[in-house]
């Protein structure tokens, strides 16, 4: 189960959309430094952002970074607990996108990426 998010323009035009999920992670995919700082649980909760897609006429106007600053904003107003943002890149492309706006990937899974909740929460301070 996720909770859809649509942007559309004025035109009602729909440029890309994403989902937040509940997930979780176990502290054995996390760096050291970062399990230091987290309850030793076998597992921490996260939030997953899920199928951020941008429709392929409307890329490279800059939907796709308004898009995961709007699922960061929301991640971060949650009153559930959740200790980052989790994404699972489809692709080498997606990787290097999220790599660029500070995710990091998870031990032995490249493509599976996360970005700490404080850090998100930094953002919009």
Same mark, same amino acid.
């Given at each position: 189960?996720?909770?859809?998010?649509?942007?559309?323009?004025?035109?009602?035009?729909?440029?890309?959309?994403?989902?937040?999920? @509940?997930? @979780?992670?176990?502290?054995?995919?996390? #760096?050291?430094?970062?399990?230091?700082?987290?309850?030793?649980? #076998?597992?921490? =909760?996260?939030?997953?952002? *899920?199928? +951020?897609?941008?429709?392929?006429?409307?890329?490279?106007? *800059?939907? *796709?970074?308004?898009? +995961?600053?709007?699922?960061?904003?929301?991640?971060?107003?949650?009153?559930?607990?959740?200790?980052?943002?989790?994404?699972?890149?489809?692709?080498?492309?997606?990787?290097?996108?999220?790599?660029?706006? @500070?995710? +990091? =990937?998870?031990?032995?899974? #490249?493509?599976?990426?996360?970005?700490?909740?404080?850090?998100?929460?930094?953002?919009?301070?």
């Amino acid at each position: 189960m996720a909770a859809p998010f649509v942007l559309v323009l004025p035109d009602e035009t729909i440029a890309g959309y994403y989902t937040l999920s @509940s997930t @979780s992670v176990q502290l054995s995919e996390l #760096p050291a430094q970062i399990v230091r700082k987290l309850p030793r649980y #076998p597992l921490v =909760p996260a939030t997953l952002l *899920g199928r +951020l897609a941008v429709d392929r006429r409307q890329q490279g106007k *800059g939907y *796709g970074r308004f898009l +995961l600053a709007d699922a960061l904003y929301r991640a971060s107003r949650s009153e559930v607990a959740s200790f980052a943002v989790i994404v699972d890149a489809k692709d080498e492309g997606a990787r290097r996108f999220y790599e660029l706006e @500070s995710f +990091l =990937p998870l031990l032995d899974q #490249p493509t599976k990426l996360f970005r700490p909740m404080a850090d998100i929460r930094r953002l919009f301070e």
